[in-house]
């Protein structure tokens, strides 16, 4: 089976291509499944890089047209890509009951710390927020409202040396995917970005090896993610490289969330 359920729209404001973009790319490329899952709207909240409010009945309308025409061809998913927020537990349920989503991916970019002020991980200021981060992951998945963890070692995009805390955070995050029964996304955007200089060396800043050998031969599941943010990232040579890495680290990778 080829499937991707990391997809992203020029409705986020940072992606390219319409959803009939994405799911012409994916027919002619040969995908059985492809799950649309733009960054999630809040309904009293803009967190910026996401699609509005009043924009979500569209884009579930969409979905359910392209599936209806392509259904002999490609099955389409519906779902978003929303941070944990711990006062939006009802509206994560209600986009399942209300808007029917498929699934919601966990994927946390803001996040609240334990003054109850929101931060953002691309903007770190110490791997002490790689705890806090870690928390909300691991409160998120315990919720049962997701599917799947995209990207759970973004914090590495950071330019901090590894210390205690990483080691603390990760096994946070690893500890909650076992414990909750959460799919773990291997994401290949990271790989897109290149290797580049940190302070303990050259790497990826996402996957981060270090975390992802913590899983090594372990019967966790993990998905690979195209996370594309142009219909060619659906299938482009990252893919290719996260299959190979996947391979090398012995990961117990897996073609769908359900």
Known sequence: MRSNFHTHTQRCKH????????????????LDILGFSDHGPFPDHD?????????LPD????IDSLSAEY??????????????????????KQLSDLFHL?????GEHMFTDSNGKVKNIYFAESTDD????AENIAAGAETGCFAFIAHPDL???????????????????????EKYNIILEFNANGIRRGRQYFPDGMRL?????????MLQGSRQPVIIGADCHIPEQIRDSAIGIAEKMCMELDLNVVDTIF
Do not use: Q
């Open 15 to 30: 992606a390219y291509g319409d959803e009939r973009d994405y799911v012409e790319f994916a027919v002619k490329n040969e």
């Open 47 to 55: 967190f910026g890089l996401r699609m509005d409010y009043d924009e």
């Open 59 to 62: 884009y579930l309308s969409a």
């Open 71 to 92: 259904k002999d061809k490609i099955r389409l998913y519906k779902g978003l890509e929303i941070e944990f927020h711990p006062k939006y537990i009802t509206y994560y």
């Open 102 to 106: 498929d699934y919601l991916a966990l």
């Open 130 to 133: 790689y705890i806090e981060y």
């Open 155 to 177: 914090m590495f995009m950071n330019k901090f040396e590894w210390d205690k805390n990483c080691d603390k955070a990760c096994d946070m995050i690893l500890s909650a995917a």
């Open 205 to 213: 800043a996402y996957p981060d090896e270090r975390f992802w050998k």
